[in-house]
């Protein structure tokens, strides 16, 4: 039909057609293939949803332990530096007392 209509050389022709009919015996996606790759990627989507679910519960964990840690560590540095002005003051009041 090419060669026939004036486009193509009869050589032009034959090459295309050769190159068509290796195309079409060479690996094509079909249908079923993109909705097998759908599917794929919806469980891989989720298992990765879950997965970051998992590390979102675990650093919430881990944030609530080192917030209670911080709190026993200000509220021990309160204890000292209040018994070290107690003692300090103590301290004067028996200096100047003399």
Known sequence: TLRDKGHFT???AETLA???GEASQGDLVTKADFAELRTEIAE???ELK???AAVRTEL???IAAVKTEL???TIGAIGVQTVVILG???SMMKI???
Do not use: Y
């Open 18 to 20: 050769e190159a068509l």
């Open 71 to 73: 709190l026993k560590w």
């Open 50 to 52: 879950g997965e970051i």
């Open 60 to 62: 919430k964990a881990e």
């Open 10 to 12: 009869a050589e032009q």
């Open 88 to 90: 300090a003051l103590m």
């Open 96 to 98: 100047l007392a003399k």
């Open 44 to 46: 891989i989507k989720a």
